[in-house]
Nanobody
Framework: QVQVVESGGGSVQSGGSLRLSCAASGSSVVSYGMNWYRQAPGKEREVVATIMHDDRTHYVESVEGRFTISSDNAKNTVYLQMNNLEPADPAVYYC??????WGKGTPVTVSS
């Protein structure tokens, strides 16, 4: 299976922005689509954003209008632009599709 490496997490104040990156080691993997997940302490992992092979996107309601998923097939990288971060957003963020393993994730913290 293909490996992914997530990056771009960090600590921001409420209302701030971060851009996460997901780099896949195999060629053309991201062209099949990709999901961004997050897992907060004590909670189950949830899908927050999906980009499909035809570039259609879908978001969980809690991030709709604040997060944007995009992909660069030439770089085999998927991005998650997160704006107006809220206290409910802190978690470890992961990317994955059916062809990849789970990466180590990238942590996001939001201070009020």
């Amino acid at each position: 299976q293909v490996q992914v490496v997530e990056s771009g997490g960090g600590s921001v104040q409420s209302g701030g922005s971060l851009r996460l990156s997901c780099a896949a080691s195999g060629s053309s993997v991201v062209s099949y689509g990709m999901n961004w997940y997050r897992q907060a302490p004590g909670k189950e992992r949830e899908v927050v954003a999906t980009i499909m092979h035809d570039d259609r996107t879908h978001y969980v309601e809690s991030v709709e209008g604040r997060f944007t998923i995009s992909s660069d097939n030439a770089k085999n990288t998927v991005y998650l632009q997160m704006n107006n971060l809220e206290p409910a957003d802190p978690a470890v963020y992961y990317c994955r599709n059916d062809l990849t393993t789970w990466g180590k994730g990238t942590p996001v913290t939001v201070s009020s």
